[in-house]
């Protein structure tokens, strides 16, 4: 049973793929568009692909969840956010074997100079 509104499947392409990082807002300072980035996926043993900053998030993450956290204790926890910064791919994977697919881990590392 469907009922309206429920979401049934979700469409993606796999040609056009990019890497959501999240990064602390600590490590922010250096960080800009245009700056060459690694991008090392877990799924195909650490295989490495290059790619460039294309943009940083105008919120950190915890702004845009579904149910924000609100910490009505009234004590202050200084708390380190995340901001996503999307990383383009310079080239697309080549082969079938090393498709880069929704939801896998990989460990991504900036050049800031």
């Known amino acids: 049973m469907v ?4 979401a049934l499947l979700a469409i993606t ?21 245009g700056q060459h980035a690694s991008v090392s996926v877990d799924a195909y ?3 490495e692909y290059s790619g460039h900053v294309e943009s940083i998030s105008a919120a950190t993450g915890a702004t845009f969840s579904l149910l924000p956290a609100d910490n009505a204790t009234g004590n202050f926890v200084k708390v380190v956010q995340r901001v996503p910064v999307r990383i ?8 079938s074997d090393a498709v880069l697919r929704p939801g896998l881990s990989v460990t991504v590392s900036v050049t800031t100079r």
Request: proline fraction near 11%; aromatic fraction near 6%; avoid cysteine.
């Open 88 to 95: 383009a791919l310079d080239k697309p994977p080549a082969g």
């Open 45 to 47: 043993g650490g295989r």
């Open 13 to 33: 392409t796999l040609d056009d793929v990019w890497v959501v990082a999240n990064f602390k807002e600590t490590q922010l300072r250096d960080l800009r568009p």
């Open 3 to 6: 009922q309206p509104g429920q």
